[in-house]
T-cell receptor, first 114, second 113 residues
Framework: DGGITQSPKYLFRKEGQNVTLSCEQN?????MYWYRQDPGQGLRLIYY???????QKGDIAEGYSVSREKKESFPLTVTSAQKNPTAFYLC?????????????FGPGTRLTVL | AQSVTQLDSQVPVFEEAPVELRCNYS??????LFWYVQYPNQGLQLLLK??????LVKGINGFEAEFNKSQTSFHLRKPSVHISDTAEYFC???????????FGRGTSLIVHP
């Protein structure tokens, strides 16, 4: 089955630690996205990537980093510089800029800082 | 710049009653409009989308939405809700030529028996 997988589903981190969230897709999509979701705030864009080896900052990139070495993979690292990282993180992908493009979402990773 | 306003943060309704979730947007160019549903601790699933053509769009699970350009609205409706419709609903807008949609803050639909 084609889709997006995110791992782990739940992640606990101590303050001062970096953690990496995994996102893999087998939809052959070119574009991939990372969103942060907090209660009552909708989805806020962290980073997005249109092609391999290229990515752009979204609205809230500070304290986060990404890489796009393979088309199917777009890992997100939450660094110790992110002051309030506890949130639900969603990865998404699309084929590109086609008129009919729809974002497909992964199941999410819930990160809690202890 | 585009923006989306979901006018209700929470909508309680009884089972089998009709429901409308409101969404207004702002943009200076043509847009595509989307409604997504999110069940607890899950990702978002597309309910329906407006790209062009007929302003009444039908989606999955019996939902429909109507695009009103003059009022810049894209309200979601269902004539009879079920307990299983309890979820968070997000409206999103994407300007033509842009990779990036903007999401509303979400409306929590709570269906009571």
């Amino acid at each position: 089955d084609g889709g997006i997988t995110q791992s782990p589903k739940y992640l606990f981190r101590k303050e001062g630690q970096n953690v990496t969230l995994s996102c893999e897709q087998n939809l052959n999509h070119d574009a991939m996205y990372w969103y942060r979701q907090d209660p009552g705030q909708g989805l806020r864009l962290i980073y997005y990537s249109q092609i391999v080896n290229d990515f752009q900052k979204g609205d809230i990139a500070e304290g986060y980093s990404v890489s796009r070495e393979k088309k199917e993979s777009f890992p997100l690292t939450v660094t110790s510089a992110q002051k309030n990282p506890t949130a639900f993180y969603l990865c998404a992908s699309t084929t590109g800029l086609a008129v009919t493009d729809t974002q497909y979402f992964g199941p999410g990773t819930r990160l809690t800082v202890l | 710049a585009q923006s989306v306003t979901q006018l209700d943060s929470q909508v309680p309704v009884f089972e089998e009653a009709p429901v409308e979730l409101r969404c207004n947007y702002s943009s200076s160019v043509s847009v595509y409009l989307f409604w997504y549903v999110q069940y607890p601790n899950q990702g978002l699933q597309l309910l329906l989308k407006y790209l062009s053509g007929s302003t009444l769009v039908k989606g999955i699970n019996g939902f429909e939405a109507e695009f009103n350009k003059s009022q810049t609205s894209f309200h979601l409706r269902k004539p009879s809700v079920h307990i299983s419709d309890t979820a968070e609903y997000f409206c999103a807008v994407r300007e033509r030529g842009s990779y990036i949609p903007t999401f509303g803050r979400g409306t929590s639909l709570i269906v009571h028996p």
